[in-house]
């Protein structure tokens, strides 16, 4: 079992930079895959960003591709998610979470997951 939890989120101007932190407890990150997700109201959960175990392959959504990056530090057993040139549109509740096979880019392929925090990019 993996516990998540994620910080960082809050509110920011259109342009402006957040760092999300998800933070894991229970067992070692690093035997996990790693992904962000984002949900806006009213819409499904859309994939973000993914790490493989090591981090060295990531993956992004073409939305936020150039803009986030996702990092590990396995050893810390956290994950951040840096987002950069924020838009209104990634205003979102944002969920950090771990799979056990792959490197899914689908929620369907993710066992445990954070209780989310939020994001608002609004002038």
């Known amino acids: 079992q993996v516990q998540l939890v994620e910080s960082g989120g809050g509110l920011v101007q259109p342009g402006g930079s957040l760092r999300l932190s998800c933070a894991a407890s229970?067992?070692?990150?690093?035997?996990?895959?790693m992904g962000w997700f984002r949900q806006a109201p009213g819409k499904e959960r859309e994939f973000v960003a993914a790490?493989?175990?090591?981090?060295?392959?990531?993956y992004y959504a073409d939305s936020v591709k150039g803009r986030f990056i996702i990092s590990r530090d396995n050893a810390k057993n956290t994950v951040d998610l840096q987002m950069n040139s924020l838009k209104s549109e990634d205003t979102a509740a944002y969920y950090c979470?771990?799979?056990?096979?792959?490197?899914?880019?689908?929620?369907?392929?993710?066992?445990?997951w954070g209780q989310g925090t939020q994001v608002t990019v609004s002038s």
């Open positions: 790490s493989g175990r090591s981090g060295g392959t990531t």
């Open positions: 979470a771990a799979a056990r096979l792959g490197i899914p880019l689908s929620s369907n392929g993710y066992h445990y």
């Open positions: 229970g067992r070692t990150l690093g035997n996990y895959a």
